[in-house]
């Protein structure tokens, strides 16, 4: 295919933006004053005083908003046409050693058709709830990426389908790994840790029902769904 | 220190009063068993790498009657656990120890393995040896092939050497709390204190 000399690469976002330039990779960036994603002008238009803040570091744009609309903000920057952030790459939490500091809640979104970037943040202060609401139902990858937050920082995202620890097991009772005030080596003892590890019964969290794909059989497009019930390989 | 002297060993028999033709029979079962060992490799990090090309053409483990490949742990002689094994899969581990048939070896590979290494934290189990009986340590970081093989011709004269008459190498034993090999938790807990678990250890200075 590629020795084919008519073959042109298609780029996403290039049909989308009329007589824009071709996006080349940015070459010595500077740290601060560069501007920032026109994402987040469009988002302080929409919503106003929900965008707190507004950083742009190393070229990349961070957009801090407030904790009850962080859903709203996301659901917009998903569905508006001029945003299209159609993938989640990432979301995760940040602690500072700093007491005074508030821990941050970050997604990570990118606009493939519009080749952009943004980090929103939501700040939550200390002594307050560490819940934020799921953002399941507008990205499907959340999923994991807030089970794998909730394990590793507490924070409880509420409106998520099954909210439960992915990394350490389900019965690990230590606490939040991640977070400052937990102890490189655990809260527990190596043998008390050992006897908690063997006591569990690794057929009962492993259940074939929970790797079977048999309930989301009826998602999958046709030919798919055809090929797994006749018991042919699909190959990807 | 709380160790409790090693009981005396009265089920091994010295060899003189053996008959010449079981010694010649261990020997000869011996000699097949430490040429036909079944690895199955438990690969769970880097030294699963370091055990591959062991495998492959330049190193050959074939040389050492391990042409076969155990994946399943029900045909297999010799597991190798090649990584470090978090305590989430440490059942998982003693499941695959236990659905072994006897008799059954294990080498435990490189330092993450034999003493949890540099993963001295809250998600590693600090040495496969706290789960399931080890024979050989092989150290290292990864271990080159080398060492694995050599590790693998310690093993093959461990098993020259068993005799059939000596019942406690194919008894498996849990830790009875009347045996004077039992140890306390507690008292590993404070033998290992300087290098073990501490509550009051955090990088964060809270």
Not at chain 1, 59 to 79: A, R
Not at chain 2, 151 to 177: F, H, N, T, W, Y
Not at chain 2, 197 to 204: E, I, Y
């Amino acid at each position: 295919m590629s020795g084919n000399g008519s073959f042109k690469p298609v780029v996403a976002g290039s049909a989308l933006v009329a007589g824009a330039p071709s996006p080349t990779t940015p070459r010595k960036v500077a740290r601060t004053g560069t501007h920032p994603n026109p994402s987040a002008d469009a988002a302080r238009a929409q919503f106003g005083d929900v965008v707190t803040r507004v950083d742009v570091v190393w070229g990349e744009t961070t957009v801090v908003v407030d904790q009850s609309s962080v859903h709203d903000v996301i659901q917009w920057l998903h569905d508006d046409e001029g945003q299209r952030y159609d993938y989640l790459s990432d979301v995760t939490a940040v602690e500072y050693r700093d007491l005074e500091r508030p821990l941050e809640v970050v997604w990570h979104l990118r606009s493939l058709p519009f080749r952009r970037f943004l980090r929103v943040k939501v700040a939550i202060p200390r002594g307050a709830t560490l819940a934020v609401p799921s953002v399941w139902d507008v990205y499907k990858s959340a999923d994991w990426l807030e089970r794998e937050c909730y394990d590793m920082f507490g924070i409880e995202f509420t409106g998520h389908p099954d909210l439960r620890r992915i990394l350490m097991w389900e019965q690990y009772k230590e606490g939040y790994p991640l977070r400052k005030d937990f102890p490189l080596r655990g809260r527990f003892s190596r043998s008390e840790q050992l006897r908690q590890a063997l006591a569990a019964n690794p057929e009962a969290r492993y259940s074939k029902d929970e790797l079977t794909i048999a309930q989301a059989l009826e998602d999958l497009p046709a030919d798919m769904r055809r090929r797994l019930t006749s018991g042919e390989r699909t190959g990807e | 220190m709380g160790l409790s002297p090693r009981p005396e060993p009265k089920l091994i028999q010295t060899t003189s009063e053996e008959p010449w033709v079981t010694t010649r029979l261990d020997a000869f079962i011996n000699w097949g068993r430490k040429n036909s060992l079944w690895p199955m490799p438990f690969g769970t990090a880097c030294c699963a790498i370091e055990f591959m090309a062991t495998a492959a053409s330049k190193y050959d483990l074939a040389r050492f009657g391990m042409e076969r490949q155990a994946f399943s742990p029900r045909q297999a002689d010799l597991l190798i656990c090649a990584g470090r094994v978090p305590f989430k899969l440490a059942p998982v581990l003693r499941r695959i120890w236990q659905q072994m048939p006897q008799p059954k070896w294990c080498i435990s590979m490189g330092a993450c393995a034999s003493s949890g290494g540099m993963f001295d934290n809250y998600a590693v189990v600090q040495g496969i040896d706290t789960i399931i009986p080890v024979d050989v340590y092989v150290p290292g970081c990864p271990p080159r092939p080398e060492g694995l093989l050599y590790g693998i011709m310690m093993l093959q004269k461990k098993v020259e050497k068993e005799r059939m008459a000596d019942r406690s190498l194919r008894d498996e034993m849990e830790p009875d709390p009347e045996s004077q090999l039992f140890i306390a938790p507690s008292e590993i807990d404070e033998v290992s204190e300087p290098f073990g678990n501490s509550v009051q250890q955090t990088r964060s200075g809270l």
